[in-house]
Structure formats: structure tokens, C-alpha cells
């Protein structure tokens, strides 16, 4: 099964509201990362995390390693916040390489 | 914002041709990655290099295709011989360290292969 499973895999808001995607790991996931895909295909970070919380702007997420999932909360969205978001997890060591969600594909509507 | 430059943007190959993308990485940035996206959203990491040296790549990656980071120039990823599976978003991303760092990431160079 997924590695990195995302939900949901699409959502469609109204301008204005608000909304939470998700990310479960099976993996032992140390440090997750949040990316948004625009649809010239370029990736923007938008958190890098440990356990705990941060915030930007609008933005909020979270990441319990404990209970293996991430949270990325969007307050107020706005028609630019639409695209695809990507959750990545990296399971620390000497593996440096990043295992990504399949993405949540957001519409944001007038 | 991201700094990471890929080039071409595009390319288009026929099956068995050699096929050839660029990513200069954001400067000061020691590692650089290497990722397929293909069209189910799905990520493959490919290789990641540590300055000139390769830290890890997948059998496909050695079997199949040619990477290198070479001091002062760009690092490039190029495939031997193009198959229709291969084509995909190829995405490079830099970091400052291999593993607890962000990843920068390009806009990637989207191969077709006919």
C-alpha cells in the first residue's frame, strides 16, 4: 500500500472558507514537508516540519509523529491557493530521499 | 521563491533516442535531487548527488541512465535510450543538507516521448 497516503484526493472550496488535507504514513516518518504545485509544474515549499506546528500567513500545519500524520489547515482560500498539495515524508539515516503523498487536488471557486 | 533553473522546460523524443535535462541548483546548495512525476502524481527519486558525488540512485537510474553534478557547471540527467514509460516530469531539487532540510525544486522539464 501507499507509503504516504493523502486525502482527500480532490477538494473544491468556496473563496472565503476553510478546510484541512491530510497525510497518513505507514513509513517512520521524522520530518515532513508540505508542497504546493502550481500549473507551470514548479513545486513551492510551503512548511518544513518536525513535530509540532507551524504557521504562515493563512496556512497552518502539523505533524504528530507519534500517531503518523499531518495536517495542513487553509483559513479564508483564496482563488491562488488552487493547485495540487504534496505531502513528503523523509524517514532520516542516510536515506535522504523524500516519499510523497499522491497529492489533493484543490479547486478554489468564486 | 525557488532558484533552482531547469532547462529545456519541454522536450519531445523518439523511442530509443537519448534524451538530456539541465538543473543548475540554487547556489550554495550542496545536494541536489533528482525526481520523475508521472501522470498519476506519482514520485520516483531517481539519484541525489552530494557536491560531485553520487549518495544514492535507483537500479533504473544505473542501468539506464547518466547523471553527473560536475563542479561550476550545471548537473544534468540524460536517458540512454528514451521508452514511453519514461515519459514524465523530471523535477530537480536542491537542499542545503541530503536529509532534515528543505528541498527547493525546479519547474521541472516535462519529457515526451513519441
Known amino acids: 500500500g501507499d507509503k504516504v497516503k493523502q486525502s482527500p484526493s480532490a477538494l473544491s472550496l468556496q473563496e472565503g472558507t476553510n478546510s484541512a488535507l491530510r497525510c497518513n504514513f505507514s513509513i517512520a516518518a521524522t520530518t515532513v514537508q508540505w508542497f504546493l504545485q502550481n500549473p507551470r509544474g514548479s513545486l513551492i515549499n510551503l512548511f518544513y516540519l518536525v513535530p509540532g506546528t507551524k504557521e504562515n500567513g493563512r496556512l497552518k500545519s502539523a505533524f504528530d509523529s507519534k500517531e503518523s500524520y499531518s495536517t495542513l489547515h487553509i483559513r479564508d482560500a483564496q482563488l491562488e491557493d488552487s493547485g495540487t498539495y504534496f505531502c513528503a515524508a523523509d524517514s532520516g539515516g542516510s536515506n535522504y530521499k523524500l516519499t510523497f503523498g499522491k497529492g489533493t487536488l484543490l479547486t478554489v471557486t468564486p | 521563491n525557488s532558484k533552482v533553473i531547469q532547462t529545456p522546460r519541454y522536450l519531445v523524443k523518439g523511442q530509443g533516442q537519448k534524451a538530456k535535462m539541465r538543473c543548475i541548483p540554487e547556489?550554495?546548495?550542496?545536494?541536489v535531487f533528482w525526481y520523475q512525476q508521472n501522470k498519476n502524481n506519482e514520485f520516483k527519486f531517481l539519484i541525489n548527488?552530494?557536491?560531485?558525488?553520487?549518495?544514492?540512485q535507483i537500479d533504473m537510474t544505473e542501468k539506464r541512465f547518466s547523471a553527473e553534478c560536475p563542479s561550476n557547471s550545471p548537473c544534468s540527467l540524460e536517458i540512454q535510450s528514451s521508452e514511453a514509460g519514461d515519459s514524465a516530469l523530471y523535477l530537480c531539487a536542491s537542499s542545503l543538507q541530503g536529509s532534515g532540510n528543505t528541498l527547493y525544486f525546479g519547474e521541472g522539464s516535462r519529457l515526451i516521448v513519441v
Open positions: 548527488f552530494q557536491n560531485q558525488e553520487v549518495l544514492q
Open positions: 547556489k550554495g546548495h550542496p545536494v
